[in-house]
C-alpha cells in the first residue's frame, strides 16, 4: 500500500502520526511542506489543499483514503492495524 | 475582525512565559482556555516559539502559511475569532491549543481535526457577559453571520448587523428599552423578534444563551475556508 504523509516540522499531530506509524513499523512516504521552497512548496500545498480540501496538517493518504489530523482509530482501520 | 494594529507582535527572546500572558486572557474573552493537557500546550507554544523565530509571527503549527499575507493572518494564534463557528462545533481550536472554557478534560479533544458538516446548528461564544456593559450593543462576526449583540439589563439578545432600510450598521447604533436603533435614519427593531415599524423589513435573530459567564450565539455553520 503506498502511503504518504504530508507533515509540518512544527506540527505536535505530524509528530504523533509519525511516531505511531513507526511503532507499528508502517513505512511511508513523508513529505515534510515547511521545508520545501519556492515553486515545489507552492505546488505541494495546492495538492494538500486538492486532497484535503484545507491546509492543516498532517494529512495521511492512504489507500485512496485521507486522514487530517491524528485520528488513530481512522487510520489504524485503514492500515489494518 | 482582529485590528491588527492592536495586536501584539512578539520579537526574539518571548518566552512560553509571555505567550501564555498574553493568549490566556486573550482567549478567555473569547470563550475559551488553555488546554487542561499542560505538558500538551507547552510543545505546542514550544514549536510556535520556533515559528515566531523562522517566520517573524506565532503562526498555528498545524497549518502553514501560503504567503499570501491576508490569508497567513488568519493563521496568526490565537486564530479563534476567523474560525469562531467552525471552533464551537469542534469544541477546541485546530490544535487543540484552546478549548472551550466549559470543557472539563481537554485531552480527549486531542489529535482529530474534523472540519464540522455544513448546515449544523452551533452554540458559539461570542463575548463574557461582564464584557458587555447594559443597555449597550456591539458587532460580532460568525462565520458569515454579520450580528449586532445588544445587552438589555441582564439579558442578550442577537439580530442581523444589517438595518433593512439602507443597510446601515445596527451595532453602532443605539439601545432604547427592547428596541435597536439604526445610527443612520433611526429604524427601528425590537432586539427580542427583529420586528419593526416598516412592513417586509424585519430584520433575522438569533438564539442567545448565557452560560457560566459566557454569551452563546447559536448559528447554522457553514462551509470552513
Redesign the interface.
Known sequence: MDIRLYA?T?????R?TKRYLDDHSISYEIVE??LLEGEER?HT?DE?KQVS?????PVLVADGEVV?????SRIADILGL | MVDSSARRVFHAGTTLDDLKAYMGPFAERLGYKFNTETD?VD??LT??L??LERDGDVYC????R??DPKEDLKIVCPCIPFYRDQFAAIRKC??GLFILNEVDDGAEL??????PGAGTAVDVPVARLEDLPPDSVRRVKVGKNDIALARVGDEVFALSNICRHAFGPLAEGFVDGYHLLCPWHGWRYDVRDGTTDHPNADVKTYPVTVREGDVFVSVTIGR??
Do not use: H
Not at chain 2, 503549527?61 to 502553514?64: A, G, K, N
Open positions: 509540518l512544527t506540527c505536535p499531530y505530524c504523533m511542506v515547511d507552492q500545498i494538500v480540501g484545507g491546509t492543516s496538517f487530517v489530523g491524528f485520528n488513530k | 500538551f510543545e505546542v514549536s510556535e520556533e515559528i503549527p498545524c497549518r502553514i501560503t504567503g485546530w490544535c486531542l489529535g482529530v481535526i474534523e472540519e470552513a475556508r
